[in-house]
């Protein structure tokens, strides 16, 4: 039998051991995280001053991107530290603090859910659309997102550190997350895996809910009479169906396999994506194609430059 101890701190291994690789990775990292900030954190800024993107496709997107920005600022940070300075150290309480915010990125899949469903009512019923999505109805389904997701990363948080934990302390991953942490356990942890499947598994029965949506999206486009309008419907729905299943992938290696069979170094490439990769690319497959968001950016970019005296 395993002596429990009381854990502090936590050595997550890193991204990678071999010391030729740590400065290019760092530099990676470090692009990555100033790509990911500037763009989410742009189009938040810009959703709110430009009141031509005041509407529920754009209220979803500057929430999502909002998202993108919390929880990747969790982890992309603390892993480029780590790699340059080799101090891995986590306490139990920024542990605890960093997998709630991951698992809180879950909240992605109800925006994802709202961001279709708008779509859907934009494109298959527009004279309805006005009816449909007021501003009360955006505002229930935002909090209708923000709270589930507060909740099951709560649980599922607590979940995990009542579990007793072993005399070590090293996590074989690159952050706090709850599999990793879950392998550090020396009791049964099987209730608390199956309780992590279950909320797992509710974010893919939305994502079939999502898949609807576009499948309706997509019926309504082939019968387009206009080529133009029909080919860029159709490359809007393929760019966002495609972001949604890299999404739902990683979320199904890291949390839907059954621990017999999970492999922490398959769930490393998935969190890569899941905590850097996907917060980067999503404001360019949502928003930064969008005439109406670059106009934004154009308009907020000339402002600012009068604003500083820049133009004559």
Same mark, same amino acid.
């Given at each position: 039998?395993?002596?429990?101890?009381? !854990?502090?701190? +936590?050595?997550?291994?890193?991204?990678?051991?071999?010391?030729?690789?740590?400065?290019?990775?760092?530099?990676?990292? !470090?692009?990555?995280?100033?790509?990911?900030?500037?763009?989410?954190?742009?189009?938040?800024?810009?959703?709110?001053? *430009?009141?031509?993107?005041?509407?529920?496709?754009?209220?979803? #997107?500057?929430?999502? $991107?909002?998202?993108?920005?919390?929880?990747?600022?969790?982890?992309?940070?603390?892993?480029?530290?780590?790699?340059?300075?080799?101090?891995?150290?986590?306490?139990?309480? =920024?542990? =605890?603090? @960093? /997998? +709630?915010?991951?698992? +809180?990125?879950?909240?992605?899949?109800?925006? #994802?859910?709202?961001?279709?469903?708008?779509?859907?009512?934009?494109?298959?019923?527009?004279?309805?659309?006005?009816?449909?999505?007021?501003?009360? !109805?955006?505002?229930?389904?935002?909090?209708?997102?923000?709270?589930?997701?507060?909740?099951?990363?709560?649980?599922?948080?607590?979940?995990?550190?009542? #579990?007793?934990?072993?005399?070590?302390?090293?996590?074989?991953?690159?952050?706090?997350?709850?599999?990793?942490?879950?392998?550090?356990?020396?009791? *049964?942890?099987?209730?608390?895996?199956?309780?992590?499947?279950? &909320?797992? $598994?509710?974010? &893919?029965?939305?994502?079939?809910? &999502?898949?609807?949506?576009?499948?309706?999206?997509?019926?309504?486009?082939?019968?387009?009479?206009?080529?133009?309008?029909? @080919?860029?419907?159709? +490359?809007?729905?393929?760019?966002?169906?495609?972001?949604?299943?890299?999404?739902?992938?990683?979320?199904?290696?890291?949390?839907? @396999?059954?621990?017999?069979?999970?492999? /922490? *170094?398959? *769930?490393?490439?998935?969190?890569?994506?899941?905590?850097?990769?996907?917060?980067?690319?999503?404001?360019?497959?949502? $928003?930064?194609?969008?005439?109406?968001?670059?106009?934004?950016? @154009?308009?907020?970019?000339?402002?600012?430059?009068? $604003?500083?005296? #820049? !133009?004559?």
């Amino acid at each position: 039998m395993e002596h429990t101890t009381e !854990v502090r701190a +936590f050595i997550p291994r890193g991204l990678a051991r071999a010391p030729e690789l740590q400065v290019p990775l760092f530099a990676t990292v !470090v692009l990555v995280y100033l790509v990911t900030l500037t763009g989410n954190l742009g189009v938040t800024v810009v959703i709110l001053l *430009d009141p031509r993107l005041h509407t529920p496709k754009y209220f979803f #997107l500057g929430n999502l $991107s909002l998202v993108h920005f919390c929880y990747s600022s969790t982890v992309t940070p603390k892993v480029a530290a780590g790699l340059l300075t080799e101090d891995n150290l986590t306490s139990y309480n =920024a542990c =605890a603090a @960093q /997998m +709630f915010f991951v698992l +809180f990125a879950t909240v992605e899949s109800y925006f #994802l859910a709202s961001v279709a469903y708008d779509r859907f009512v934009a494109v298959c019923k527009p004279p309805h659309c006005p009816a449909i999505m007021t501003r009360s !109805v955006c505002a229930r389904l935002a909090v209708g997102s923000h709270v589930p997701g507060l909740l099951t990363a709560a649980i599922d948080v607590g979940d995990t550190f009542c #579990l007793p934990l072993c005399v070590t302390n090293v996590a074989r991953h690159f952050f706090c997350g709850a599999p990793a942490a879950m392998t550090l356990a020396c009791s *049964d942890r099987h209730i608390n895996e199956l309780m992590l499947f279950f &909320i797992s $598994s509710f974010n &893919i029965f939305l994502a079939l809910i &999502i898949l609807i949506c576009y499948l309706f999206v997509l019926t309504t486009v082939m019968k387009m009479h206009s080529g133009e309008g029909y @080919q860029k419907a159709l +490359f809007t729905c393929a760019s966002h169906l495609t972001a949604i299943s890299i999404f739902y992938g990683t979320i199904m290696v890291m949390y839907l @396999q059954p621990s017999s069979s999970h492999s /922490m *170094d398959t *769930d490393k490439v998935a969190s890569v994506f899941y905590t850097m990769v996907i917060p980067m690319l999503n404001p360019m497959v949502y $928003s930064l194609r969008n005439k109406e968001v670059k106009s934004a950016f @154009q308009k907020v970019a000339e402002k600012a430059k009068y $604003s500083l005296g #820049l !133009v004559i």
